[in-house]
């Protein structure tokens, strides 16, 4: 069974940066599609930004510019780079996997992750920004 576990979450003022990581274990296919989801209270789940198997990437409008997916498949491991904070960019941000996808990032983005709804996915660390 293929797990996920984030970390790298944290509390920073507005400007500010942070790195958040995803390890993955278990099967890991040839063909996958990697991502990160947020959810702040109160809201519905919003995808940030995906990765295919080709390293192809796409992000939603309001994260382009600042953050930043990356893989290390070696070490089975997602990124995403986080800077210029924002208040608003405070949520729940969870690490999504699908490890049969032969999508392409923005197709299995708007497909799947957009709304969070991802073949398996982890608990989450927390981002909050102050202003």
């Known amino acids: 069974q293929v797990q996920v576990v984030e970390s790298g979450g944290g509390s920073v003022q507005a400007g500010g940066s942070l790195r958040l990581s995803c390890v993955y274990s278990?099967?890991?296919?040839?063909?996958?599609?990697l991502g990160w989801f947020r959810q702040a209270p109160g809201n519905e789940r919003e995808g940030v930004a995906a990765?295919?198997?080709?390293?192809?990437?796409t992000y939603i409008d309001s994260v382009k510019g600042r953050f930043t997916i990356s893989k290390d498949v070696a070490k089975d491991t997602l990124y995403l780079e986080m800077n210029s904070l924002k208040p608003e960019d405070s949520a729940m941000y969870h690490c999504?996997?699908?490890?049969?996808?032969?999508?392409?990032?923005?197709?299995?983005?708007?497909?799947?992750?957009?709304?969070?709804?991802?073949?398996?996915w982890g608990q989450g660390t927390l981002v909050t920004v102050s202003s």
């Open positions: 990765i295919d198997t080709y390293g192809n990437t």
């Open positions: 278990g099967y890991v296919y040839d063909y996958h599609c």
């Open positions: 999504a996997a699908d490890f049969r996808c032969v999508l392409g990032a923005e197709e299995w983005y708007d497909r799947e992750l957009a709304h969070g709804d991802v073949e398996v």
